[in-house]
């Protein structure tokens, strides 16, 4: 968390804009729609495709359908880009879709002869759908679609692109036919509302509907869904069908799963408005504290930060001597006092250097178990998630549930993912926090170290201000969390951050701006959220260095909202 981000994160911003500025109309395919791209899975591998400076390759694995997938490296000089010319018909439009994989990975098409159009995702370690329109011109016949990286960013991946439209002459596009019936149903972890599901992708599927006993309650882009709403110990059957613009698929081979009897809660005793502060587990030149230091404006203390081990998924944590404990029951004593004064203490996992991969059943598996195993040994109420380097939300949300079966319903579980992971529904961190809504206790987002970001409104706001906080929240107000999974979070102090420092009069009214309709900027929200839980801050450390000046001022504000 403690760290100045690149500068691609305001080049990012201002691309997001653009990108987020296109209507993704929805449109229904007629029977001479077909796939106009060709070789549009790469088997025959980079035949029709036309990469940049050598950049582009095919590879066996991963793939999303069928035996190949193209593989783009950009340099520091070059996206990576591969195009193709595809013929299409005047005053046509078509729907523009790829399977991608990787870190800002971007798909678009110029020469419409109207609006050229791009979308793009900041990042995923599994398959993601990208997917956007475009309308040709009176005298257009040929569009280029593409698909690229970012500058020095790693390897991204692209597979199953189709440009559904009208048949604009060129040949060799692929008529859209049903999918296939998805194999390979299978139920994961069951918490006492929700049963996480996955199958094995479908080739020419571009969604899927997910049934339980029987009635349609899902639509998904990708092959894994978590179903919510569920009552406790009771047995589900669940069927999933694969569609596109040709229709349905047949219902796949059922499968059953119950739900557990008691787990969930996202909260334990936290109250419904509460600050959360990060106690640093080192010594980078702030104060250095015991928790016992910690001020009780503080309701949650998130310890930074627990360490990867050679196992995927799997963490550990060590007592940094810098701090001062004499021996870990010492420091097992101060937590065990915290919560006897009705605080909760939960374990970080990531932070700036931290790289904990969740990626696979196993990693999962590995980090609910270790999670929950360091929970015993310690005391800790739950966890936080910061992995500022990418996740996968499919097994995140996998490892989280586990875990919340295993610790029941007082779990504590945060999340503090960066701005430019909350921008769309569609990104990773955000889909995470929506699969586990329902044993998520907040997301306090870091309103720092970002840049110019979109608000709620489609408008671009500059860090350092009250609406930068309130406009960007009103992102994940209305995109899916409730009011009392929202915080704000913020440096304690200008050395707590590279760049976003705001006074604490400006958090206070950004406060008092959601939760009241007051003290707010030129964004106002269309209504308030009295709810709210709350705010953060990285880190009590810094807090101390500066006096405590951000909790004392932010602290009983918080503790006064309605």
Same mark, same amino acid.
């Given at each position: 968390?403690?760290?100045?981000?690149?500068?691609?994160?305001?080049?990012?911003?201002?691309?997001?804009?653009?990108?987020?500025?296109?209507?993704?109309?929805?449109?229904?395919?007629?029977?001479?729609?077909?796939?106009?791209?060709?070789?549009?899975?790469?088997?025959?591998?980079?035949?029709?495709?036309?990469?940049?400076?050598?950049?582009?390759?095919?590879?066996?694995?991963?793939?999303?359908?069928?035996?190949?997938?193209?593989?783009?490296?950009?340099?520091?000089?070059?996206?990576?880009?591969?195009?193709?010319?595809?013929?299409?018909?005047?005053?046509?439009?078509?729907?523009?879709?790829?399977?991608?994989?990787?870190?800002?990975?971007?798909?678009?098409?110029?020469?419409?002869?109207?609006?050229?159009?791009?979308?793009?995702?900041?990042?995923?370690?599994?398959?993601?759908?990208?997917?956007?329109?475009?309308?040709?011109?009176?005298?257009?016949?040929?569009?280029?679609?593409?698909?690229?990286?970012?500058?020095?960013?790693?390897?991204?991946?692209?597979?199953?692109?189709?440009?559904?439209?009208?048949?604009?002459?060129?040949?060799?596009?692929?008529?859209?036919?049903?999918?296939?019936?998805?194999?390979?149903?299978?139920?994961?972890?069951?918490?006492?509302?929700?049963?996480?599901?996955?199958?094995?992708?479908?080739?020419?599927?571009?969604?899927?509907?997910?049934?339980?006993?029987?009635?349609?309650?899902?639509?998904?882009?990708?092959?894994?869904?978590?179903?919510?709403?569920? +009552?406790? #110990? =009771? $047995?589900?059957?669940? *069927?999933? %069908?694969? &569609?596109?613009?040709?229709?349905?698929?047949?219902? !796949? @081979? /059922?499968?059953?799963?119950?739900?557990?009897?008691?787990?969930?809660?996202?909260?334990?005793?936290?109250?419904?408005?509460?600050?959360?502060?990060?106690?640093?587990?080192?010594?980078?030149?702030?104060?250095?504290?015991?928790?016992?230091?910690?001020?009780?404006?503080?309701?949650?203390?998130?310890?930074?930060? +627990?360490? #990867? =081990? $050679?196992?995927?998924? *799997?963490? %550990?944590? &060590?007592?940094?001597?810098?701090?001062?404990?004499? !021996? @870990? /029951?010492?420091?097992?004593?101060?937590?065990?006092?915290?919560?006897?004064?009705?605080?909760?203490?939960?374990?970080?996992?990531?932070?700036?250097?931290?790289?904990?991969?969740?990626?696979?059943?196993?990693?999962?598996?590995?980090?609910?178990?270790?999670?929950?195993?360091?929970?015993?040994?310690?005391?800790?109420?739950?966890?936080?998630?910061?992995?500022?380097?990418?996740?996968?939300?499919?097994?995140?949300?996998?490892?989280?549930?586990?875990?919340?079966?295993?610790?029941?319903?007082?779990?504590?579980?945060?999340?503090?993912?960066?701005?430019?992971?909350?921008?769309?529904?569609?990104?990773?961190?955000?889909?995470?926090?929506?699969?586990?809504?329902?044993?998520?206790?907040?997301?306090?987002?870091?309103?720092?170290?970002?840049?110019?970001?979109?608000?709620?409104?489609?408008?671009?706001?500059?860090?350092?201000?009250?609406?930068?906080?309130?406009?960007?929240?009103?992102?994940?107000?209305?995109?899916?969390?409730?009011?009392?999974?929202?915080?704000?979070?913020?440096?304690?102090?200008?050395?707590?951050?590279?760049?976003?420092?705001?006074?604490?009069?400006?958090?206070?009214?950004?406060?008092?701006?959601?939760?009241?309709?007051?003290?707010?900027?030129?964004?106002?929200?269309?209504?308030?959220?009295?709810?709210?839980?709350?705010?953060?801050?990285?880190?009590?450390?810094?807090?101390?260095?500066?006096?405590?000046?951000?909790?004392?001022?932010?602290?009983?504000?918080?503790?006064?909202?309605?």
């Amino acid at each position: 968390m403690d760290r100045a981000r690149r500068w691609i994160k305001g080049a990012l911003a201002v691309t997001a804009a653009a990108a987020l500025g296109v209507t993704a109309l929805a449109t229904t395919a007629q029977a001479a729609d077909i796939n106009v791209a060709k070789n549009a899975g790469f088997e025959s591998d980079l035949n029709n495709w036309t990469c940049s400076a050598g950049t582009g390759s095919v590879v066996g694995s991963p793939v999303h359908g069928g035996a190949k997938a193209l593989k783009g490296t950009p340099t520091a000089q070059d996206t990576a880009q591969c195009s193709q010319a595809v013929a299409v018909k005047p005053n046509s439009t078509y729907t523009l879709s790829s399977w991608v994989q990787g870190s800002y990975v971007y798909l678009g098409a110029s020469g419409t002869g109207t609006t050229d159009v791009s979308t793009w995702t900041p990042g995923s370690s599994g398959w993601q759908q990208l997917s956007t329109t475009f309308t040709t011109g009176a005298n257009t016949t040929s569009v280029t679609v593409y698909t690229h990286g970012w500058y020095g960013q790693s390897a991204y991946y692209a597979d199953d692109v189709s440009v559904l439209g009208p048949d604009g002459g060129g040949g060799g596009g692929d008529p859209v036919v049903i999918p296939a019936v998805p194999a390979g149903l299978a139920a994961g972890t069951a918490t006492s509302s929700s049963v996480d599901l996955s199958w094995n992708p479908v080739s020419g599927a571009t969604g899927y509907n997910v049934y339980r006993d029987g009635s349609k309650v899902a639509s998904v882009s990708g092959a894994s869904a978590t179903v919510t709403g569920l +009552a406790a #110990a =009771t $047995s589900y059957s669940f *069927q999933v %069908s694969a &569609t596109n613009s040709a229709g349905e698929s047949a219902k !796949s @081979a /059922a499968v059953t799963a119950r739900t557990a009897t008691s787990g969930g809660g996202g909260g334990g005793t936290v109250p419904k408005h509460a600050v959360t502060g990060y106690w640093q587990n080192f010594n980078n030149g702030a104060t250095v504290q015991k928790l016992r230091d910690v001020p009780s404006q503080y309701d949650i203390i998130a310890v930074s930060f +627990a360490d #990867a =081990t $050679s196992t995927p998924g *799997q963490i %550990s944590f &060590t007592l940094d001597p810098a701090v001062g404990y004499a !021996s @870990a /029951a010492d420091f097992k004593a101060d937590i065990a006092a915290k919560q006897a004064a009705g605080k909760s203490v939960i374990l970080s996992v990531g932070g700036e250097k931290g790289s904990v991969s969740v990626n696979s059943d196993a990693s999962a598996t590995a980090f609910a178990d270790s999670a929950y195993s360091l929970m015993q040994q310690y005391g800790f109420d739950g966890v936080d998630i910061d992995l500022e380097n990418g996740l996968n939300s499919t097994y995140m949300s996998k490892a989280l549930h586990q875990l919340s079966a295993k610790a029941g319903a007082k779990l504590v579980l945060t999340m503090a993912p960066q701005t430019i992971d909350m921008q769309s529904t569609s990104g990773e961190y955000f889909k995470t926090a929506l699969n586990v809504k329902d044993i998520l206790t907040v997301v306090n987002m870091q309103y720092y170290n970002s840049g110019s970001m979109l608000g709620c409104d489609g408008k671009v706001y500059s860090q350092g201000s009250v609406d930068f906080l309130t406009a960007l929240a009103c992102i994940q107000l209305e995109g899916g969390l409730d009011p009392s999974q929202v915080g704000l979070g913020v440096p304690a102090s200008t050395r707590g951050a590279g760049s976003g420092y705001v006074d604490p009069s400006v958090v206070n009214n950004a406060l008092d701006c959601l939760t009241r309709g007051t003290g707010c900027g030129s964004f106002k929200p269309a209504r308030t959220y009295p709810g709210l839980r709350g705010a953060m801050t990285w880190s009590t450390n810094w807090d101390a260095t500066a006096g405590n000046a951000w909790s004392n001022s932010v602290g009983p504000k918080v503790h006064s909202l309605p």
